[in-house]
């Protein structure tokens, strides 16, 4: 069965540092991968997704991540965090396939000092 | 476009009682289902997928089950809910093919 990590339970920044949140995943297969955004009193919403090709990969709000097969991660970045990125941050995968069944790390709490 | 619903949005039920989560899907047809939880401190733990009516798929072994009776509607039941049975269930949605998963607003679920 295929697992998540997220090293990070909690990151404090402040506003303009850069950011760097971990995801190590374990599967051996073709996998999806995806970063999920969760604002505070908000639905989970999508921030960027790999299944092919590019393995770095832009998603909304000035977010990237690259997906490195070799060291199975999926690390997320920004080069600077504003406040408004307070949230908690999930990393999910997800074997290729046609229910895919996402696994998700346990989340990232980033807090944003302005 | 599309849209996922899920009701109620919190819910304080005693241990034993039934339970009926109810979530919807607008705007698609033939999607893939999924009921996920998410306990205190812990990632979303998939509980059931569902890749058509009356098809169920069960990931963890628990006190819920799970029904798809029409094609857009997916329900999350217990006969008897168990203390451990709290947490924050999410419903989602997705089509086949290269498409991310989309969320509902989650159900908050006190077992007292």
């Known amino acids: 069965a295929q697992s998540v990590s997220q090293h990070n339970h909690h990151v404090i920044l402040s506003e303009a540092a850069s950011l760097e949140l971990g995801c190590n995943y374990s599967?051996?297969?073709?996998?999806?991968l995806f970063w999920y955004v969760q604002y505070p009193g908000q639905h989970l919403q999508l921030l960027l997704k790999?299944?092919?090709?590019?393995?770095l990969v832009k998603g909304i709000k000035g977010f990237e991540a690259e997906f490195i097969k070799s060291k199975f991660s999926f690390n997320l970045r920004k080069p600077s965090v504003q406040w408004s990125d307070t949230a908690e941050y999930f990393c999910?995968?997800?074997?290729?396939?046609?229910?895919?069944?996402?696994?998700f790390g346990s989340g990232t709490q980033l807090t944003v000092l302005p | 476009s599309q849209t996922i619903h899920q009701w109620p949005a919190t819910l304080v039920q005693p241990v034993g009682s039934p339970l009926s989560l109810e979530c919807t899907v607008e705007?698609?047809?033939?999607?893939?289902l999924y009921w996920y939880r998410q306990a205190a401190g812990r990632g979303l733990q998939l509980l059931f997928y569902?890749?058509?009516?009356?098809?169920i798929s069960s990931e963890v072994p628990q006190n819920l089950s799970a029904s798809r009776p029409q094609d857009r509607q997916f329900i999350l039941s217990s006969k008897k809910l168990l203390l451990s049975d709290s947490g924050f269930y999410l419903c989602?949605?997705?089509?086949?093919?290269?498409?991310?998963?989309?969320f509902g607003d989650g159900t908050r679920l006190s077992i007292l």
């Open positions: 705007g698609t047809s033939n999607p893939n």
């Open positions: 989602a949605w997705d089509r086949e093919g290269n498409q991310p998963q989309h």
């Open positions: 599967y051996g297969g073709t996998v999806n």
């Open positions: 569902s890749v058509g009516i009356g098809q």
């Open positions: 999910a995968v997800s074997k290729s396939g046609s229910a895919r069944q996402l696994t």
């Open positions: 790999y299944f092919s090709g590019d393995p």
